[in-house]
């Protein structure tokens, strides 16, 4: 059976013909105003959730789904059973919806195809697209289909906002939302939506889901995330959903992003300026012109990743794995040309490359991982790549390999280390552990490995790696020295957490691609229901209204 919530025949209809409204201060309680103004509130809503449709047009950004299937645990109440995976770009016309996939290297055969084909008839089948639709409220938006009764105030982060229930009028035909919006009390931009979608029925089913939109430039609420979660529900006459699943939305300002720079940028050097040529520095040596060449194979590639969207600026999370690779770097007493830098790749899946001298965790990875020891277990295993003189191909030195559509960055580019030199890699990691300040820290490393390789064969998208090598397949996990002397994982230890839910430490700002650690301290657990390592959970993010940084405020004034 396939789960496809079908709610747009053409989105772009739901652009009403209404004027904008001029809300004087809304001081007032909603629920005490005259009637008049209480219709006016409403009809402004229908008409910013209509504009926030029209502006969506003007951008694609991605969309990564991920899904966990859940069973029952007597432990832990509910663990994953199986996992799904998909990401794609949002593109929206006046066609409606379209969703343009990323494709990985791993292909599936004709045999693969076929097979997943016959299974879909008896277990849940995905739809990528389905996700994507959840940003939007409903085709037919507005008073004539839709009352909004309003409920009260309430903060959602640093947003004061207002709270309506969404109740569609009794002659609405076809699906339709039913849930609770808030509403933010300036513009009265929906920013939150929680409910689900009517009627449901045997050949139509629509997940109950928590959609968050963030304040991306004035006046503009863009989605960011969305949560869906079933946990009674039946499909298939018998058959029962138990599922969470969290999509995210970023890359909307992509041309903008990074050091990607506009002509107005260019900047004309004085006359003063020393020409360092004349030293000699530009003359040919055979060996700094390799290191030159796979130097700009690497540029090229970081470069690429970057422009697609998957690849985070250079920034604060950077400096903080830089620091780390110092730390291994001076207690080995390593001197590595050219330095050794650290990217963020800004997809779930748990995976660690090196591009050359640059290393690369994913975004997933560094949420799940539970501290510091166990964050140097993954940067020791690549810094050994680098010191064994493990390569790049070169071939990404010639930028016409460069030019190809952004959805197939994964395909294009391959960045996989063979299993000699992944192999190599470990035990060079383990050296530089052995030296470093985590060697007597590595316990927590361990378990994180060894709960890594227990949730493996359930986990399977999880741990399927866009570019890196897998961090464990069937018994076989990476830097397994680790994992042979720790503990055995006590499931009824709330001391002992192995892991961390998704979501837990990066920030992502959708706008940009920015990213952060998170601010505030992670919450006591209180019993072994709350470990949840590497699960899906609700997302509720700190709401706060756009500020111009003094730089752009600058450029505006020019």
Same mark, same amino acid.
């Given at each position: 059976?396939?789960?496809?919530?079908?709610?747009?025949?053409a989105?772009?209809a739901?652009?009403?013909?209404?004027?904008?409204?001029?809300?004087?201060?809304?001081?007032?309680?909603?629920?005490?105003?005259?009637?008049?103004?209480?219709?006016?509130?409403?009809?402004r809503?229908?008409?910013?959730?209509?504009?926030?449709?029209?502006?969506l047009?003007?951008?694609?950004?991605l969309?990564?789904?991920?899904i966990?299937?859940?069973?029952?645990?007597?432990?832990l109440?509910?663990?994953?059973?199986?996992?799904?995976?998909?990401?794609?770009?949002?593109?929206?016309?006046?066609? @409606?919806?379209?969703?343009?996939?990323? =494709? +990985?290297?791993?292909?599936?055969?004709?045999f693969g195809?076929?097979?997943?084909?016959? &299974?879909?008839?008896?277990?849940?089948?995905?739809?990528?697209?389905?996700? #994507?639709?959840?940003?939007?409220?409903?085709?037919?938006?507005?008073?004539?289909?839709?009352?909004?009764?309003?409920?009260?105030?309430?903060?959602?982060?640093?947003?004061?906002?207002?709270?309506?229930d969404?109740?569609?009028?009794?002659?609405?035909?076809?699906?339709?939302?039913?849930?609770?919006?808030?509403?933010?009390?300036?513009?009265?931009?929906?920013?939150?939506?929680?409910g689900?979608?009517?009627?449901?029925?045997?050949?139509n089913?629509?997940?109950?889901?928590?959609s968050?939109?963030?304040?991306t430039?004035?006046?503009?609420?863009?989605?960011?995330?969305?949560?869906?979660?079933?946990?009674?529900?039946?499909?298939?006459?018998?058959?029962?959903?138990?599922?969470?699943?969290?999509?995210?939305?970023?890359?909307?300002?992509?041309?903008?992003?990074?050091?990607?720079?506009?002509?107005? +940028?260019?900047?004309?050097?004085?006359?003063?300026?020393? +020409?360092t040529?004349?030293?000699?520095?530009?003359?040919? %040596?055979?060996?700094?012109?390799?290191?030159?060449?796979?130097?700009?194979?690497?540029?090229?590639v970081?470069?690429?990743?970057?422009r697609?969207?998957?690849?985070?600026?250079?920034?604060?999370? !950077?400096?903080?794995?830089?620091?780390?690779? &110092? %730390?291994?770097?001076? *207690?080995?007493?390593?001197? $590595?040309?050219p330095?050794?830098?650290?990217?963020?790749?800004l997809?779930?899946?748990?995976?660690?490359? *090196?591009?050359?001298?640059t $290393?690369?965790i994913?975004?997933?990875?560094?949420?799940?991982?539970?501290?510091?020891? !166990?964050?140097?277990?993954?940067?020791?295993?690549?810094?050994?790549?680098?010191?064994?003189?493990?390569?790049?191909? *070169?071939?990404?030195?010639?930028?016409?390999?460069? $030019?190809?559509?952004?959805?197939e960055?994964?395909?294009k $580019?391959?960045?996989?280390?063979?299993?000699?030199?992944?192999?190599?890699?470990?035990?060079? @990691?383990?050296?530089?552990?052995?030296?470093?300040?985590?060697?007597?820290?590595?316990?927590?490393a361990?378990?994180?490995?060894?709960?890594?390789?227990t +949730?493996?064969?359930?986990?399977?998208?999880?741990?399927?790696?866009?570019?890196?090598?897998? #961090?464990?397949?069937?018994?076989?996990?990476?830097?397994?020295?680790?994992?042979?002397?720790?503990?055995?994982?006590?499931?009824?230890?709330?001391?002992?957490?192995?892991?961390?839910?998704?979501?837990?430490?990066?920030?992502?700002?959708?706008w940009?691609?920015?990213?952060?650690?998170?601010?505030?301290?992670?919450?006591?657990l209180?019993?072994?229901?709350?470990? #949840?390592?590497?699960?899906?959970?609700? #997302?509720f993010?700190?709401?706060?209204?756009?500020?111009? *940084?003094?730089? =752009?405020?600058?450029?505006?004034?020019?």
């Amino acid at each position: 059976m396939r789960f496809y919530p079908r709610l747009f025949a053409a989105v772009m209809a739901i652009i009403l013909p209404v004027a904008a409204l001029a809300v004087s201060d809304h001081k007032s309680n909603t629920a005490q105003a005259e009637p008049g103004q209480a219709n006016a509130v409403s009809d402004r809503i229908f008409y910013q959730e209509a504009k926030m449709v029209e502006n969506l047009q003007h951008y694609t950004p991605l969309v990564e789904t991920y899904i966990q299937n859940m069973k029952p645990d007597k432990d832990l109440g509910a663990v994953p059973d199986n996992d799904r995976y998909f990401l794609g770009r949002l593109v929206l016309n006046e066609k @409606g919806i379209h969703d343009k996939q990323f =494709q +990985d290297r791993a292909r599936k055969g004709m045999f693969g195809r076929v097979l997943e084909r016959l &299974n879909s008839f008896y277990k849940v089948t995905y739809l990528p697209q389905g996700f #994507m639709q959840l940003v939007f409220l409903n085709y037919g938006f507005d008073k004539d289909h839709f009352e909004l009764k309003y409920l009260r105030e309430q903060f959602l982060g640093e947003v004061r906002t207002q709270v309506f229930d969404v109740v569609p009028r009794q002659h609405i035909k076809g699906p339709h939302f039913i849930g609770r919006i808030w509403v933010e009390d300036q513009d009265f931009n929906i920013v939150r939506i929680n409910g689900t979608y009517e009627p449901r029925n045997r050949l139509n089913y629509y997940f109950h889901f928590d959609s968050w939109r963030v304040n991306t430039q004035p006046g503009l609420w863009l989605p960011a995330y969305i949560y869906t979660e079933e946990s009674d529900s039946t499909y298939a006459i018998a058959r029962k959903l138990t599922m969470k699943g969290q999509t995210r939305l970023w890359g909307y300002d992509l041309k903008h992003s990074g050091q990607q720079s506009e002509f107005t +940028d260019l900047q004309v050097e004085s006359n003063d300026v020393n +020409d360092t040529s004349a030293a000699g520095n530009n003359e040919i %040596n055979p060996v700094r012109s390799q290191h030159l060449w796979e130097r700009e194979a690497e540029d090229n590639v970081l470069d690429r990743l970057e422009r697609a969207g998957v690849l985070a600026q250079d920034g604060e999370v !950077s400096k903080v794995l830089q620091t780390v690779v &110092n %730390n291994l770097e001076i *207690t080995s007493n390593l001197n $590595i040309e050219p330095e050794v830098r650290c990217r963020v790749l800004l997809t779930t899946p748990l995976e660690s490359f *090196t591009v050359g001298h640059t $290393i690369v965790i994913s975004r997933g990875l560094l949420d799940v991982l539970p501290d510091e020891p !166990s964050l140097a277990m993954v940067l020791a295993q690549e810094l050994g790549h680098i010191v064994l003189g493990h390569r790049l191909n *070169t071939k990404y030195a010639f930028s016409d390999r460069m $030019i190809f559509p952004d959805e197939e960055v994964f395909r294009k $580019i391959g960045l996989r280390a063979n299993d000699s030199d992944e192999l190599a890699a470990d035990q060079k @990691g383990m050296e530089l552990l052995a030296k470093s300040p985590y060697k007597d820290k590595l316990a927590s490393a361990g378990l994180f490995l060894r709960a890594l390789t227990t +949730d493996s064969h359930s986990l399977t998208w999880l741990i399927n790696p866009h570019y890196g090598n897998r #961090m464990a397949k069937g018994s076989a996990v990476r830097m397994a020295q680790l994992e042979q002397t720790t503990p055995e994982l006590e499931t009824r230890n709330v001391g002992q957490l192995p892991a961390l839910p998704l979501g837990s430490r990066i920030r992502l700002d959708p706008w940009d691609d920015r990213i952060e650690l998170q601010k505030g301290k992670q919450a006591a657990l209180l019993s072994v229901r709350d470990k #949840m390592s590497f699960e899906v959970t609700p #997302m509720f993010p700190n709401l706060v209204r756009y500020k111009a *940084t003094e730089g =752009q405020v600058a450029e505006k004034q020019k």
